[in-house]
């Protein structure tokens, strides 16, 4: 491709955040007027896409672009948004009671643009293919399909506003990871190894998983109702 055709960095940020954030953002900024909890999670969402699309995705396509750091990241988006600028303000000056926390200093739109780009660093979008071994599994995904395979189900804004998407369900991490935690005390007190043989592990997670997945797409569809399509 020639480099003439490729959306350059400010211009591929301007049109996600022009499309994903700002029919997010407040009409109007008081500080009355500070966005709920729920509208600031959505917001950061939002952000926290545009961040995964252009440093992953768009630059898996052309990985000439910059790589944008946290720090690169912000100073570019309040840049060429201006209203994403005030948008932080405002939400900075809401949260003044705790900035002798460093950790609380970062919105949560800022804590999500952090994580996005540590992600994208670690896939790397340089690789063919990103090494996920021992990455949590955090989310069940379905692709339903009809049963010629040429019509298939997707959802739109059911996790990020503007965006068409699979059937999804969060998985509690915090769960997992709490057995986890008594597993390893529990093997620590007794000072010795007990480990369920790994194939069998994998196979109750699978069958948890697929059972999780079922329940989803029962939950979302009703099957066996009809399929909604996106053709």
Known sequence: MDAADVCQTEDAIVALLEYLVDPRLPAKYSAKDIPSQYDQESVARQVQTVVMLYNYYHRKQHPELEFLTFEGFCKLAVILRPTLLAYMRLIRRSNDIELDDPEKQ???????????CDICMTLDASKSCPSIEGWPISKVSVLLVDTKKEKCMLQFGSSIQGVWSVIEKDIDVSVSNSKVSMNVKHVDKKKRIIKKPLREEFSTDEAALRQLAFSTVKETTGLPSGLATHE
């Open 106 to 116: 970062l919105s949560l739109t800022e804590k999500k643009i952090m994580d996005a």
